[in-house]
């Protein structure tokens, strides 16, 4: 009992930020159709950026409250979003109406130049968060749960929850939905399509930062190359829920973290990814709709 | 180029090909024994991506089974390299069917995420089983050898790639014309279209999986008594990228294209020594600069028409230009 609660919670921290992430595929790909491969690296992106304003603002390893914390996930979020938007207005742009595999390949050749150049810029080996996490906690039914894994989910659902009231009720979430159903329409009818395209790579691009930064302070270790198998798990989250769903990307997110971990517990960790992505390869042939989303096969 | 001159051409080629080990030095030599597995494996990736149109980002998985193939045969049971290449072959057709079947229904961006899929699984599986030798790979792997000669040196090695080689430029251009290439290239601009004129997409888009697999193994198990160890790192993620840009760089579907890509993306690096951490990264903004101003590569493909066409109708058979708007257009609202 008390492992089973133990892994479904450990799962739970890892699904929320497969969440996070697996949101700005969903969103992107409901909008303009485009798997973007260099999002797990916008995840590293933040987990870095977020690692050089700890470094130069708190400094020291008690950190400066909570209150600094925030302050550093909020401006990380604000950074890395409007690197997604520079992305999406020099890359992807201008490929809107290319062929497919144009674009695909211009997101590889972004993921590259990402990686790469946070290597030049922050080095190869992993570098020590400068944070140092309590791991205090309260035990429940005999699993050991800490204040830092109540508070990561906490903040984790605080954002989806954002996001979903932002979609819902605002007009510019109104907007984002219509051009996912027709963009030429929604060209028509005034809609500034390219400004809500920008727009949804920024909330796209600032979730996948939030989750890296807090995936930093949480492992406490990052590495230029932790977006790759990352982002394909996201990815992977994101089918399993439906992708151009967002509900379904939380869902398949939380899904994917928590059956992960119990994959983890019963094969072994080094089967770990092996678990991942088969789980997405029989989703894609057995229900390639995912648990809420819409038509993937080019044709039945 | 008229055909003649086409043809000296290549055959110069050929020549400096042959007569370079005595011009170059051990170094030299190497990398152009790399660039000589590049040409092979980007042209098997060509019958895939550039051919068919279908997004393989596991490419690399292939190139793994081939060697793994060779060098577990070679090592455990005593095989001969020459017997192990059509077992290779025949297991890397398999292990195409087997990840093509499946998920040639899926849309080509599902495609791409699921090949990328197969290849980490691979290279999972290679990492965690006792047969390949887990994390420290497959190592003593023995020379081949013709007859009584064995070849151990590395000229004898950029022979046999050279003659690899060839066959493969050989084999995919003639594939590329034939009947089936045609039918290739059909589904890839317009699958509905292919489909109405009789031409079966799901066994077509099988047959470029399974070919472009058993080149792939070729190389891999040329690789394998060419190194002589092999270890899961070599069949990365980043390797099967690499090829993909030798494609991408040369041009889909071009065949002096992709072997000008393949030579360019292992002598590029050698050229680039000083830079050497930003590569990758020059690799990656010249993966979006070629997808941004010049999409049909450095040496596009040109649809042959019979001998004796117009050049006009030559030029406008040429992929790329400002015609394709319309056509890119209608393949958005297909979208």
Known sequence: MDILVQTLADGLVIGAFYSLIALGYTMVFGIIKLLNFAHGDLYMLGAFVGYTLLSVLGGDSSGGGLMGILIVLLLTMVIVGVIGMGIERVAYRPLLLAPRLSILITAIGVSLFLENGSMIVWGAQYQVYPLQLSHDGISLLGAKITYVQIGLVFISALLMLGLHLFINRSLYGKAMRAIALDQTACHLMGIHVHKVIGLTFFIGASLAAGAGTMAGAYYGTVNFMMGFVIGLKAFTAAVLGGIGSIPGAMLGGLLLGMMETAGTFIFGGSWKDVVAFSLLIMILVLKPTGIMGEKVTERM | ?335
């Open chain 2, 1 to 335: 180029m008229n055909p003649s001159r086409k043809k000296i051409a290549v055959v110069l080629l050929l020549a400096v090909a042959c007569v370079l080990p005595f011009l170059s030095n051990n170094y030299w030599l190497d990398v152009a024994t790399l660039a000589l597995f590049y040409v092979v494996l980007a042209q098997g990736l060509n019958v895939v991506v550039g051919f068919a149109g279908l997004l393989d980002l596991g490419y690399a998985a292939f190139f793994a089974v081939g060697a793994y193939t060779t060098g577990i045969l070679m090592t455990v049971y005593q095989w001969s390299f020459w017997l192990t290449l059509p077992v290779a072959m025949v297991f890397a057709a398999i292990v195409g069917v087997i990840i093509g079947a499946p998920t040639l229904r899926l849309r080509s961006d599902y495609l791409a995420i699921v090949t990328l899929g197969f290849g980490e699984i691979i290279r999972i599986l290679a990492i965690n089983l006792t047969i390949t030798g887990s994390a420290s790979g497959i190592y003593g792997i023995p020379r081949p050898s013709i007859g009584g000669y064995v070849l151990g040196g590395q000229i004898d090695f950029y022979y046999l790639n050279l003659i690899i080689a060839v066959l493969a430029v050989v084999a995919v251009k003639r594939l590329g014309t034939s009947r089936i290439g045609r039918a290739w290239m059909y589904i890839r601009e317009d699958e509905d279209a292919a489909e109405a004129m009789g031409i079966n997409r799901i066994n077509m888009k099988l047959l470029a999986y399974s070919i472009g697999a058993v080149i792939g193994s070729l190389a891999g198990s040329v690789f394998a008594v060419k190194m002589s160890a092999i270890a899961p790192l070599s069949f990365s993620f980043t390797q099967s990228i690499m090829i993909l840009l030798a494609v991408v760089l040369g041009g889909l579907g071009s065949i002096p294209g992709v072997v000008l890509g393949a030579v360019l993306v292992i002598a590029l690096p050698e050229l680039l020594r000083s830079v050497e951490d930003w590569r990758y990264l020059i690799f990656g903004a010249a993966l979006v600069a070629m997808m941004l101003f010049r999409p049909q590569g450095l040496w596009p493909a040109r649809y042959e028409m019979k001998r004796g066409a117009r050049r006009s109708k030559t030029e406008e058979a040429t992929e790329g230009g400002s015609g394709n708007d319309v056509k890119l257009d209608n393949e958005k609202c297909n979208a």
